[in-house]
């Protein structure tokens, strides 16, 4: 059987589209009647009309809304038939447009849409829409895009703001505090595997659905998985970006904060929300549950008691690969009379004062590690073994966010619905411009980068980071001073031929030439995050657990803000284990997304997935 060709993706231009526009017209009227035409379509259940108000090849991408997943349906056939399918179960109604969000949008010269806003309701739910129209030749309008999200589940709000609790605490709140904390008097809802900002962030989440979580965390500290790491790291996104749900970064912070700043701040919103964690505690099994529960937790404390809890849920919150380092395997390691390290051991540039360093490795942490020895004045060399994506932070955050993460710009919480309304197959085709853009604006740096033979790539098909990110999660550098210091030789570059072995005073390349290291970090990146999930699960499950990160070919991330059988057809042995992982923003986003599941299975409102 032959591979099913990958559909030809176009952007939406005014050529292809052979339409013009006068940009001064009303976009609110045009937006108010194309609704009104699909809102009534919907409600009289006329699917091929829903179907007829969309461009041929027009994307529609639904986060549990519709269909209880995450899914991006591409063009109209698809996109009738899931409309078919779906509507009747969720029977969507009270479809409001956001008038006040309407907008006339023109990313580039050569395309324009108008983006607005709506809400609606299905049998189980609030929700909220974005849909962008573009313009045909013949004067109408039709969407390119519409996207639905789950926000809330009827009958179940979050309590926060006005639905916070009113009475007044006259309780010893300490002891109070301390009992529930050690889950004396009851189970908890869910066990969350992982203090980091994947796992409170799902742990507020629940708690602001009355859901009571336990977070288990090994370090000694909520925030020492950033505190722990190399010291010159910050966070490589803006502070607007990474804002936490229910507790935005103060205004004073900086914008690219410290790590250990990061950790301070993870420990102050435990503390805060009043969150439940274990620290120096370990999850050591998860099995089949007992007492009409779906699984066994079973966790060890620091002092040697052990605790089995018996929940339905339970969240992998343990990060891009899980924290286990991945070292290749180059040969002679053994003869080597220095140090071998990986990025994740390394602490500071000052251990290594007066010694000669080799980083392997070319992404983000090898820069950051190879630019904090320079500044120490050590003797660093970084060996680059593949090319790498590089723009600079000062040129690239602002193209990649555009105008949604900024200190003036919308609520972060309508920043992430626009963000997330873009299927990834359509902004790929947008970030070919902007990688485009950018290695113009970049020039001078790309340039100096490649005359002293550091080897570039723009990214995957010539669409920049974003891709590398969904894809690999790595394989990009955002530059913030290291790429000169590789420019100026003050970061010695190794990136020809490849690594033979290891010899007694360094390394040996195929090539024959070698580099002298009395100290060698692997800046390689983490293993396969499914490694610390299986460790955890019996030996019959793992064939269950579905990949955790890349793209599907719908263009989803594998797993992620799902139950780890994703769509494998072994999920129903591992309902109910969830895997959660991300930067800030993601854990923000879908942080909420876990948790409406998790809810609607308790209250027994979770339907099927589609």
């Known amino acids: 059987m032959s591979a099913v060709a990958a559909p030809v993706r176009s952007l939406p231009t005014l050529q292809k589209l052979g339409s013009k526009v006068d940009r001064n017209l009303d976009a609110q009227a045009v937006a108010k009647e194309w609704f009104l035409a699909f809102a009534d379509a919907v409600n009289s259940r006329n699917y091929i009309t829903v179907a007829s108000l969309l461009v041929e090849d027009a994307f529609w991408r639904d986060m549990l809304a519709l269909t209880w997943d995450f899914h991006t349906y591409e063009g109209r056939d698809a996109i009738q038939q899931f409309v078919a399918d779906q509507f009747p179960k969720f029977e969507p109604s009270a479809f409001r447009i956001r008038n006040d969000l309407t907008r006339l949008h023109l990313p580039y010269d050569d395309i324009i849409c108008i983006q607005a806003f709506f809400d609606f309701e299905t049998t189980v739910g609030n929700a909220s829409g974005i849909f962008r129209l573009v313009p045909l030749a013949d004067g109408s309008w039709k969407a390119h895009t519409v996207f639905t999200n789950l926000e809330d589940l009827k009958g179940f709000p979050e309590k926060i703001g006005a639905l916070r609790d009113h009475e007044p605490y006259h309780k010893r709140w300490m002891e109070s505090r301390e009992r529930e904390r050690e889950f004396l008097d009851e189970e908890p809802g869910a066990v969350i595997i992982g203090g980091g900002q994947s796992g409170l962030t799902v742990a507020a989440r629940l708690k602001a659905l009355g859901i009571n979580a336990l977070v288990v965390e090994r370090n000694k500290r909520i925030g020492d998985n950033w505190r722990n790491r190399y010291a010159a790291l910050c966070v490589h996104d803006t502070v607007w970006y990474d804002h936490l749900p229910y507790m935005p970064f103060p205004s004073l912070w900086p914008v690219y904060p410290p790590a250990p700043k990061l950790g301070d701040w993870l420990e102050t919103y435990a503390h805060s929300l009043e969150l439940n964690v274990w620290m120096s505690s370990e ?3 998860v099995e089949a549950g007992t007492q009409g529960k779906k699984w066994s937790v079973k966790v060890v404390r620091d002092d040697g008691r052990e605790r089995v809890f018996q929940v339905n ?12 380092p991945n070292i290749p395997n180059i040969p002679c390691q053994a003869e080597f009379k220095g140090q071998i390290l990986h990025s994740s051991q390394h602490k500071r540039a000052t251990d290594h004062l007066g010694k000669k360093v080799v980083v392997i490795g070319a992404c983000t942490s090898a820069h950051d590690i190879c630019a904090d020895y320079v500044d120490h004045g050590v003797d660093v060399t970084m060996v680059q073994r593949s090319s790498t994506y590089v723009m600079s932070a000062k040129e690239g955050i602002p193209r990649l966010t555009g105008r949604l993460y900024l200190e003036n710009g919308p609520p972060t919480d309508l920043a992430d619905r626009i963000n997330a309304s ?36 723009m990214g995957e098909d010539d669409s920049g980071p974003v891709q590398l990110i969904w894809q690999r999660g790595g394989g990009y550098y955002f530059d913030v001073g290291a790429s000169q210091k ?50 955890l699960l019996p ?72």
């Not at 085709?429 to 950018?438: P, S, T």
């Not at 020809?496 to 010899?503: D, K, L, M």
């Not at 030439?513 to 983490?526: K, L």
Request: net charge neutral; with cysteine; glycine share 12%.
């Open 313 to 324: 849920h339970v969240v992998f919150a343990l990060g891009f690969g899980s924290g286990l």
């Open 422 to 457: 873009f299927p990834n197959f359509l902004l790929k085709l947008v970030h070919q411009r902007v990688a485009k853009d950018l290695a113009e604006a970049d020039r001078d740096i790309l340039d100096g980068l490649r005359k002293v033979g550091f080897k570039l790539n």
């Open 539 to 610: 030996n019959h499950l793992h064939d269950a657990v579905q990949p955790l990160w890349g793209l599907d070919d719908e263009g989803e991330l594998y797993t992620v803000a799902r139950e780890v059988g994703g769509r494998g057809p072994q999920a129903t042995k591992v309902a109910g284990l969830w895997a959660m992982l991300g930067n800030l923003a993601m854990c923000r986003f879908h942080s909420k997304h876990v948790a409406l599941q998790i809810k609607a299975y308790e209250e027994g409102v979770f339907g099927e997935r589609y």
């Open 486 to 535: 590789i420019i100026d030789g003050k970061i010695k570059l190794k990136s020809n031929g490849s690594i033979a072995r290891f010899t007694p005073d360094g390394l040996l390349f195929e090539d024959g030439s070698t580099v002298d290291a009395e100290v060698v970090i692997f800046a390689t990146g983490y293993a396969d995050g499914r490694t610390a999930y299986l460790r």
């Open 283 to 285: 999850v050591v099994s």
